[in-house]
């Protein structure tokens, strides 16, 4: 075997004996069923309305938020506990900002998850907050028992 064709052959291997450890525990943690425990965005609290009615149901690398009824927005994401904060990318699949590309931080607390993401195209918040002006959303999650 040529060394160019041995050096791929090792290198697609590689990229398919999985994620480390740290990154296969919080996509495991990430999966469920959750229910919005509080919400902001841009500085303004959510409605009670729709904090009432929000799900998140995440399973093999994909999320889809929902609001009553209505599909609120589903991504394919990508983590990286490795960050300080542990950061999240979204690649929006459906919904208003399909299409589009959403960066944020997480952190998970047993069985809460927080996330803070920038508007759809912007910087990565740098901490959980979400002032008015920011765009920037921050949001509290709990997973739901079976």
């Known amino acids: 075997m040529k060394p ?10 590689a990229a398919s004996s999985g994620p480390p450890e740290a990154v296969k525990k919080d996509l495991a943690a990430l999966e469920g069923d959750w229910t919005m425990v509080s919400g902001q965005a841009d500085g303004q609290p959510m409605p ?4 009432k009615t929000a799900k998140r149901v995440s399973k093999a690398g994909e999320t889809t ?6 599909m609120f927005l589903k991504a394919k994401y990508t983590i990286d506990p490795s960050k300080n904060p542990k950061t999240i990318d979204y690649d929006m699949t459906d919904g208003f900002t399909k299409g589009k590309k959403q960066f944020g931080i997480y952190k998970i607390d047993a069985d809460t998850v927080t996330f803070c993401f ?8 740098k901490e ?12 509290v999650w709990k ?3 079976k």
């Open 128 to 139: 959980f907050t979400s002032p008015p002006g920011s765009g920037n959303t921050l949001s």
């Open 143 to 145: 997973k739901e028992k």
């Open 4 to 13: 160019a064709v041995l050096t791929f052959a090792c290198l697609v291997i």
């Open 48 to 51: 009670d309305e729709m904090l």
């Open 118 to 125: 920038a508007s759809p195209e912007k910087d990565r918040p």
């Open 65 to 70: 938020v929902t609001m009553g009824a209505q």
